[in-house]
């Protein structure tokens, strides 16, 4: 499994930002069901923590309290991308930001997770 994120860049507070994560490999495109994909972040100096997670079968989603109600994620199946999309930022969503792949449960922790991309950065200036 293959993960590609992009879509970050410089925005003021409270301006909005859609990051995208391409996936390709054959095993998640024949094997949807048991899939997650999971959104992290990681400001400098500080821990890569959980954002948000989504069902790539189901399309069921799991929020972080610290972004809920101003993130959302969703996919396009065809397009085998899944989407963050977040509203309202504030100068403390700056990190570089990362989607990975699981067929582990648990996928609020990075540690359950086998595949990542590389990170896309989200700069918020206030």
């Known amino acids: 499994v293959q993960l590609q994120a992009s879509g970050g860049g410089l925005v003021q507070a409270g301006g909005s930002l859609r990051l995208s994560c391409a996936i390709s490999?054959?095993?998640?495109?024949?094997?949807?069901?048991?899939?997650?994909i999971g959104w992290f972040r990681q400001a400098p100096g500080k821990e890569r923590e959980f954002v948000a997670t989504?069902?790539?079968?189901?399309?069921?989603?799991y929020i972080a309290n610290s972004v809920k109600g101003r993130f959302t994620t969703s996919r396009d199946n065809a397009k085998n991308t899944v989407y963050l999309q977040m509203d309202s930022l504030k100068p403390e969503d700056t990190a570089v930001y990362f989607c990975?792949?699981?067929?582990?449960?648990?996928?609020?922790?990075?540690?359950?997770?086998?595949?990542w991309g590389q990170g896309t950065e989200v700069t918020v200036s206030s």
């Open positions: 490999g054959r095993t998640i495109s024949s094997y949807a069901i048991g899939w997650f």
């Open positions: 990975a792949a699981t067929r582990k449960g648990s996928t609020q922790y990075r540690e359950n997770y086998d595949y």
């Open positions: 989504l069902s790539w079968s189901g399309g069921g989603t």
